[in-house]
């Protein structure tokens, strides 16, 4: 199953923006999904995740933020961001596989598509 970001853009500061994720196929088996982030200079890091019985885990700068969800009959996974800031710019990707951090272990997930381009700027 490949997935796909979409649906970044230009956002002011203290903005939301909802990321969507649509996957190739069925993404009713697939054990995690995450969405991550790599900003200009930065290691790409994980940024939520959510497993197949919804259990949903949030990086620190985040939490409270964003939401990440999955709607299991369109094959679509969402990142909702509130309150974005200029340090949310970045590219951001999903992911998903037999691991719940892709950038850790890459082997047990699937491959990287684009991304979607997220700037936060007044």
């Known amino acids: 199953v490949q997935l796909q970001a979409s649906g970044g853009g230009l956002v002011q500061p203290g903005g939301s923006l909802r990321l969507s994720c649509a996957a190739s196929g069925s993404i009713f088996s697939i054990s995690f999904m995450g969405w991550y982030r790599q900003a200009p200079g930065k290691l790409r890091e994980l940024v939520a995740s959510?497993?197949?019985?919804?259990?949903?885990s949030y990086a620190d700068s985040v939490k409270g933020r964003f939401t990440i969800s999955r709607d299991i009959a369109k094959n679509t996974m969402y990142l909702q961001m509130n309150s974005l800031q200029p340090e949310d710019t970045a590219v951001y990707y999903c992911?998903?596989?037999?691991?719940?951090?892709?950038?850790?272990?890459?082997?047990?997930?699937?491959?990287w598509g684009q991304g979607t381009q997220l700037t936060v700027s007044s």
């Open positions: 959510i497993t197949n019985g919804d259990y949903r």
């Open positions: 992911n998903g596989g037999r691991s719940i951090d892709c950038v850790r272990f890459p082997h047990l997930c699937g491959s």
